[in-house]
């Protein structure tokens, strides 16, 4: 059974930063495609970011720039570093599992990142 | 970018009704449309994926039809847990993922 688990959401300043981790069980961590998707308070749902197996990275443009994906397959561990915080960027983050048609079939239960003064 | 549209954005209706949602999508993007639910203070869930194939485990009252620019999300006996947020999702062109805004389905 695959099992996702976000952590490191939290309350910070605009303008701050954060790293949210997203542990991973019960799946060949190192040659699946991961990916972020994040959920404002009453919104729908907005994909964030994503990495291959191979590394490769993709950004949503609303953050680009301003967040990095990366990956330590030796801890199963998916990362996502949130820098330059704004106001709308208050949101649900949840991690989720790839599939090969590009579905997402799995999800953690998402950590919550709030940026206020 | 493709963007995704749904209608209705919400809908009120009772247990045993039969549900349609509709999703759109700006271009072609030929079947690779998913549909995902998402229940109060819960992550999401897929249903359907590839259009039409039901997600393991997901009751065989939920199917999805389309192809190209305009697919459909059919309940055919609407059940007490089954009212949710419904969102679509392409993924012909990816990046982005996009959603569509979703669909509110409310108890009558």
């Known amino acids: 059974e695959v099992q996702l688990l976000e952590s490191g959401g939290d309350l910070v300043q605009p303008g701050g930063s954060l790293r949210l981790s997203c542990a991973a069980s019960?799946?060949?961590?190192?040659?699946?495609?991961m990916t972020w998707v994040r959920q404002a308070p009453g919104k729908g749902l907005e994909w964030v970011s994503a990495?291959?197996?191979?590394?490769?990275?993709y950004y949503a443009d609303s953050v680009k720039g301003r967040f990095i994906i990366s990956r330590d397959n030796s801890k199963n561990t998916l990362y996502l570093q949130v820098n330059s915080l704004r106001a709308e960027d208050t949101a649900v983050y949840y991690c989720?599992?790839?599939?090969?048609?590009?579905?997402?079939?799995?999800w953690g239960q998402g950590t919550l990142v709030t940026v206020s003064s | 970018d493709i963007q995704m549209t749904q209608s209705p954005s919400s809908l009120s209706a009772s247990v045993g009704d039969r549900v349609t949602i509709t999703c759109r999508a700006s271009?072609?993007?030929?079947?690779?449309l998913n549909w995902y639910q998402q229940k109060a203070g819960e992550a999401p869930k897929v249903l359907i994926f590839?259009?039409?194939s039901l997600q393991s485990g997901v009751p065989s009252r939920f199917s999805g039809s389309g192809s190209g620019t305009d697919f459909t999300l059919t309940i055919s006996s609407l059940q007490p847990e089954d009212f949710a947020t419904y969102y679509c999702?392409?993924?012909?062109?990816?990046?982005?993922?996009?959603f569509g805004p979703g669909t509110k389905v409310e108890i009558k």
């Open positions: 990495i291959s197996g191979g590394g490769y990275t």
């Open positions: 999702q392409q993924s012909y062109t990816t990046p982005p993922f996009t």
């Open positions: 019960g799946l060949t961590f190192s040659s699946q495609t």
């Open positions: 271009q072609t993007i030929s079947s690779s």
């Open positions: 989720a599992k790839v599939e090969s048609s590009s579905y997402f079939g799995d």
């Open positions: 590839g259009a039409s």
